[in-house]
């Protein structure tokens, strides 16, 4: 099938590469995102998706709005027969759902109907889930509601950041989109509408909800910070000045757990160890690493030598 790529970030790269090596089918634009600052020095550059794209010599489409009369008309004009979508970052408009003959089909990285939405491996992650997994739909006009091609489960380890998750789901998913694809295309598989029970709703996390509540328990704690680990990053402020912290842990030793009786937010080092242990509403957790406002990531030690803790000094 003559295909139109749509997507942005990195985790959408597998699904392109796995397309572009597709013996069936032939990715002949790509659309993405417009081009936008990035980084500390904010420098204006590509998205990945759009990167790659035009290292293998594909068009690239980058509308403001996907419903631009412009962006349609070359769609139109290019006359794809499916448009595969993966964190493309944009609502689609009938206008353009009607272009392809065979619609738009979209990889969602949670098993449908849990956790539609902008971050479904975030919110995975913050519920505490023990699996997730992939899902292929055609898409519709509302949001993640349409019939499923597919689907594929992925366990959630203990210790999984949102990026470990997500990368993971970006390889299988990739995998699971071709073959929806090849299905597609000779006819023989058809979509099933999603089970009207199970729905949950996964809305983007931003950075308010990621400030840590040290009175919450610890699992609470380590579930909001590995769900926010590599974006947009679990913070807590210390004298005055924003901090972001990587994943903690549990203490694995009876020194460790010394510590216990810290109040919510207290920070100290466990009687014998080099680690830095900091309060919750259910005993200490230790942290890992840290990046203190304005400076680069560091290990936790080497923060605390560097800020010359004072007895009873809390994160708030």
Request: hydrophobic share 45%; glycine share 10%; net charge neutral.
């Amino acid at each position: 099938m003559r295909l139109v790529f749509a997507g942005t970030p990195a985790a959408a790269l597998p699904s392109l590469r796995a397309l572009f090596d597709s013996p069936r089918h032939s990715v002949v634009a790509v659309v993405t995102r417009p081009d936008r600052p990035v980084g500390r020095g904010r420098k204006v550059a590509h998205s990945p998706v759009r990167a790659l794209a035009e290292e293998r010599g594909v068009e690239v489409l980058t509308p403001d709005r996907a419903r631009d009369p412009d962006f349609l008309a070359r769609l139109t004009e290019i006359a794809p027969d499916c448009c595969p979508v993966v964190a493309y970052g944009a609502l689609l408009p009938r206008a353009a759902l009607d272009i392809p003959r065979r619609g738009w089909v979209n990889l969602h990285f949670s098993v449908l109907p849990a956790w539609r939405g902008a971050a479904p491996v975030q919110r995975a992650l913050l519920a505490g889930d023990d699996v997730t997994g992939a899902s292929v739909f055609q898409i519709e006009e509302d949001l993640d509601t349409g019939p499923v091609y597919g689907t594929l489960t992925e366990p959630i380890g203990a210790h999984d950041t949102a990026g470990d998750l997500l990368e993971r789901l970006a390889e299988a998913g990739a995998r699971l989109l071709v073959a929806v694809l090849d299905g597609i295309g000779d006819g023989s598989l058809q979509a099933r509408p999603q089970p009207a029970d199970g729905v949950s709703i996964a809305p983007k996390l931003n950075v308010a909800d990621v400030r840590i509540d040290w009175s919450a328990p610890a699992y609470r704690v380590d579930r909001l910070i590995r769900a926010a680990t590599p974006a947009p990053g679990a913070w807590t402020t210390f004298r005055d000045h924003r901090i972001k912290l990587g994943p903690v842990r549990p203490p694995a030793t009876a020194g460790e757990a010394g510590a216990g009786r810290l109040v919510p937010g207290q920070i100290a080092v466990p009687a014998g160890h080099g680690e830095i242990g900091v309060g919750t509403g259910s005993g200490i957790v230790l942290l890992g690493e840290v990046r203190p406002e304005g400076r680069p990531t560091m290990a936790a030690e080497a923060w605390a030598r560097g800020a010359r803790l004072a007895d009873g000094e809390r994160f708030t």
